[in-house]
Structure formats: C-alpha cells, structure tokens
C-alpha cells in the first residue's frame, strides 16, 4: 500500500528525542501513519527522563525506570518496531562528540532513510536538552555517519558507514511538511496517556493538543496536523 504522504523511497524512519514523551508529543500522530504505510519505525530515546518530575522527593533511578516502561507502552500503542535507549543523563545534555558517537552509531546500526528529531535551529528553543539532540543528531547525519573514517571503531566491529537521505525537523518555525494526523488522532492520545507520570489523566490534554493540531493544520484540506521542516542531505 502507497501512502501518498510518504511514498515507496523511504522505508525506514528513525526518532532520535531528548526525554520519554517528546516522540508522542511531536509525532506520534505522523509515527501511527507511517505504521499503517507498512514503514518500519524506530525510536532512539537519548534520556529516560530521569529528573522529569517536581517532587524532590523521587528518587532519579526509580523514575528512569518507570518512564522506560510508560516509553515502551507508548511505542506499543503506536506499533513502532524498537524503542533503544542509551540512558544519557537528563538535563546534563551537551551537542558534544559523545552524544554524536551514540547517535552515529545508531544511525549505523538501523539505516535510516529519514530521521525524525527536535528542530535546534528555531528561535528561543529553551530545553537544553532538546537543543543539543536536535544539532548532535543533524551533525551525526551529516557528514559523521556516512563516510567511513569518522568513529572507524564502528566498522571494526562489523557496522558500516550510512547515508540518511532526509532530516525531518519536528517544531519549527517554518514547516514545510504539515502531516494529516485527523485520523491517527486518537491513537497520539492513547500513546501520550501510557506517559502516566507526565500526563497523568489531566483533563485538559485533549483540548490543548486538539488545538495545537488544529492550528498546524490551518490552510490545509484537514483538521488535525503534525508539522516538520524537512532538511534534503546531500547524496
Ligand atoms: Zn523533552
């Protein structure tokens, strides 16, 4: 089956976010059609969201695991085909050459056609963390992961260098790729409510993201919307 909106090029989609939820919150619309387009969906999840709360009382360890666990809910609820987590620390995020590293690596390890993250170049784009994933992700595509004497150790171990074609940037300021989610709608609910220590069971999660889809859709022949700037590497 041809889903118009994404084609028969691209047959691997890989997440690469900063904390549990942000995949859901961004696109888990877009992530539940692409699931029905038969495209193989892969999540790389950067932290486990570990200082994630306003209790000082919670123990940073015990809510990493238990946000992995709402994580993989999630992921089963969209359908998604691996969830991967390298266990960085919250907060302490850095777009250094070890984040780079593990993204590389990664991208190395699944070949994605197109990878999905957090837009680092909009203006007052405050989480720290988001910022450093967005640009260690976008740098590890290009040039690191595709040609061979960035991190050798990975060909060494059997990996080989991969071209990724295209960066969907999910935020930003100017989108260029606005995703019908009027379906899959429910399904990002579902998924978002498995984040039970985010979410929680707030009543007015529905609304807010029904408008917020609403808005990103304005202009366009549907109701609700996921947007991106897609970013075209270089073959
Ligand atoms: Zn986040």
Redesign the pocket.
Known sequence: MTDQDFGDEFQTYMLV???P??SE?SSAGTVARLKDAGKRVVLIQVTS?DR?TSDASVDPAELGRTREAEQREAAKRLGMDEVVFLRCGDGSLMPDLELREKIVRQIRVHKPDVIIT?DPFRPYAL?P??RAVGLAATDAVYPTARDPLYFPEHLDEGLEPHKTAEIWFFGPEHPDKVVDITETFDRKMHALRAHVTQVGEAAELEPRMRDRARELAEGHPFELAEAFKVVQMRR
């Open positions: 976010v900063a904390h939820d942000d919150f969201g994630g957090h989480h963390d988001h």
